[in-house]
């Protein structure tokens, strides 16, 4: 089964903490994982792919297939930060984008 | 440049009403479409995909129907909206070539059935 879990409902940090939020998936053969976001009173937006191995932001996020898990970190949160954030993963028919339900992120001064 | 476009953005309708939510793109040809309900505590939640005029695939058996009359235009419907159609829900496109997978997603339409 095609699966997405994000554990955290919500997450809060103060201002220059570490931020992670968890993703771990179910699927058979080689996965397309995506993290999107959506802040407030904006469109939810692509934030990185694992597949581009980019740092957007700050965040970054490494595929590991071991423990099935595509943690997205940032070594020092802003407040501009906070956000909704999807964990989201390509389906076995490469059609359709399967969402974890989402973190709230809330950073703090 | 594509864009898309939803709309109304708020919609506050009675139980038993129909409904009907339209979502346009433009600047691109041929993209697979899609309508999304956001729902606190359930995240996001796939309804119905689009991969050309006329083919729907649902993802959810629900009160929802979808329809795809034009290359760019997907509606989504309703005969009779149920109390528990009320939510957020979204409209997205998906990329081509190097941006395949990404989908890009509408400003939404907030739904309040009473």
């Known amino acids: 089964a095609q699966r997405v879990t994000q554990p955290e409902k919500l997450l809060s940090v103060f201002k220059g903490a570490p931020v992670e939020l968890k993703c771990n998936y179910s699927y058979s053969g080689s996965p397309e994982l995506f993290w999107y976001v959506q802040y407030s009173r904006q469109r939810l937006q692509l934030l990185l792919r694992?597949?581009s191995r980019e740092s957007i932001k700050g965040f970054t996020a490494d595929l590991n297939k071991g423990e099935t898990s595509f943690h997205l970190k940032k070594p020092f949160a802003q407040e501009e930060d906070s956000a909704m954030y999807y964990c989201?993963?390509?389906?076995?028919?490469?059609?359709?984008?399967?969402f974890g339900k989402g973190t709230t992120l809330s950073v703090s001064s | 440049s594509q864009t898309i476009h939803q709309w109304p953005a708020t919609l506050v309708q009675p139980v038993g009403s129909p409904l009907s939510l339209e979502c346009t793109v433009e600047g691109t040809s041929n993209p697979n479409l899609y309508w999304y309900r956001q729902a606190a505590g359930r995240g996001l939640q796939l309804l119905f995909y689009s991969v050309g005029i006329g083919q729907i695939s649902s993802e959810v058996p629900q009160n929802l129907s979808a329809s795809r009359p034009q290359d760019r235009q997907f509606i989504l419907s309703s005969k009779k909206l149920l109390l528990s159609d009320s939510g957020f829900y979204l409209c997205a496109w998906g990329g081509t070539g190097l941006a395949k997978n990404i989908q890009y997603f509408g400003a939404g339409t907030r739904l309040s059935v009473l």
């Open positions: 694992h597949i």
């Open positions: 989201a993963l390509r389906d076995q028919a490469g059609t359709a984008l399967i």
